[in-house]
């Protein structure tokens, strides 16, 4: 028999139900390393890399509110004409799985979640950036080129101070904001960031 049960609005459905809780009171459904899915686009090892079956918006709308991620700086300059060779920088930031990408990048990310925030409020989203690598060849700038890619969603970004909050209290005090973004302890944020930074 088919589930009448909408994935998509799980928590919102439950709002009454949570609303005394604390986010770390509940069993948050999630996603492992979300960025490399079987229906990505890939050059070799689907069967070995992928963790998922679809991209960033399946698995949202599927019900996952964490979304474990390894991101890596993959940018490069490509070589433009031939009698005068110019430099083009490429500026790509990917999710990869053991050096495999399913050409996932943090644009579809940012772009994924703020289109499912934006259209289900009441739903909080986890976005865990486990690991993040700079890369090898231009990793000295690495972070501030990829801090600016999250200004979609800087506006709904619950700030960590909420952390002890219940999700009704988060709600109230917090009106339009429910992505709750994580960084691993060591990941290098601007001091004026730290507010938004959960660990």
């Not at 409020?121 to 700079?134: A, Q, V």
């Not at 002890?164 to 429910?178: A, D, F, K, V």
Request: with cysteine; net charge positive; aromatic share 12%.
């Amino acid at each position: 028999a088919a589930s009448n049960t909408n994935y998509s609005r799980w928590m919102t459905n439950m709002a009454s139900e949570i609303e005394r809780l604390k986010l770390y009171q509940l069993a948050i459904p999630g996603a492992h390393n979300s960025g490399v899915d079987q229906s990505g686009s890939f050059h070799v090892g689907n069967n070995f890399a992928a963790c998922q079956y679809d991209s960033f918006p399946q698995q949202l709308s599927a019900g996952a509110r964490y979304l474990d991620l390894r991101l890596v700086d993959s940018s490069y300059k490509k070589t433009i004409g031939n009698k005068f060779p110019t430099y083009k920088f490429i500026e790509v930031f990917e999710f990869q799985h053991g050096g495999i990408s399913a050409g996932r990048r943090l644009e579809h990310l940012v772009g994924a979640v703020n289109s499912f925030a934006t259209a289900n409020p009441l739903e909080i989203i986890f976005i865990d950036f486990h690991h993040y690598d700079r890369g090898r060849n231009y990793s000295y700038d690495s972070l501030q080129r990829c801090l600016p890619k999250f200004n979609p969603i800087k506006n709904r970004l619950i700030p960590r101070s909420a952390s002890t909050l219940s999700i009704g209290e988060i709600r109230q005090q917090y009106p339009g904001c429910n992505i709750v973004l994580c960084l691993a302890h060591d990941y290098p944020v601007p001091s004026r960031d730290e507010q938004d930074k959960w660990p």
